[in-house]
T-cell receptor, first 113, second 111 residues
């Protein structure tokens, strides 16, 4: 069974540029999460989807971050414009609805210069 | 808000037993999870405790005391490959699928 797929794995951009991350969850997983992980810290939830509905986006900086999961399967997280402080690893995870275990993808390491 | 406390670093030798503690302060606690993350890798699920007591899975065990707002991860027969970061994460009852992670414990296993 394929795990959570994310692309790209690495991205280097200049500040003020836009960037997008893509995630394909495990087949059959209704719930999809986007996390941000800063160096030496635990993952921090940005947004959670149940199917195509964003049910928890309270931690998403909405002035510059946006996300979508149009058909309830894969998802895109966008930052526009990027700031230096956005440098981090962006992790996508998925789970069955109500599941105790979340399955994480390998993440996208973003460096903003 | 929520807060979790776990040691930042732990060092042990191969074959030993190590315990990583986690204390939490939350409103609406539902359960405690543990995840392992190797450098540059994805967090992977180790265990979940919703009830008080000890859960054992192979060399790893996890314990929860809801009355003490405390849990721990116990790793036995340490191997070099166990060197990684270990995160405790609380699952909240208000939004039951949301996890709030601690800052992680870096475990180094020495030969």
């Amino acid at each position: 069974e394929a795990g959570v797929v994310q692309s790209p794995r690495y991205k280097i951009i200049e500040k003020k540029q836009p960037v997008a991350f893509w995630c394909n969850p495990i087949s059959g997983h209704n719930t999809l999460y986007w996390y941000r992980q800063n160096l030496g810290q635990g993952p921090e939830l940005l947004i959670r989807y149940e199917n195509e509905e964003a049910v928890d986006d309270s931690q998403l900086p909405k002035d510059r971050f946006s996300a979508e999961r149009l058909k309830g399967v894969d998802s895109t997280l966008k930052i526009q414009p990027a700031e230096l402080g956005d440098s981090a690893v962006y992790l996508c995870a998925s789970s069955f609805a109500g599941g105790d275990e979340q399955y994480f993808g390998p993440g996208t390491r973003l460096t903003v210069t | 808000g929520q807060s979790l406390e776990q040691p930042s670093e732990v060092t042990a030798v191969e074959g030993a037993i190590v315990q990583i503690n986690c204390t939490y302060q939350t409103s609406g606690f539902y359960g405690l999870s543990w995840y392992q993350q190797h450098d540059g890798g994805a967090p992977t699920f180790l265990s979940y405790n919703a009830l008080d007591g000890l859960e054992e899975t192979g060399r790893f065990s996890s314990f929860l005391s809801r009355s003490d707002s405390y849990g721990y991860l116990l790793l036995q027969e340490l191997q070099m490959k166990d060197s990684a970061s270990y995160f405790c994460a609380v699952r909240l009852s208000g939004s039951a699928r949301q996890l709030t992670f601690g800052s992680g414990t870096q475990l180094t296993v020495l030969p």
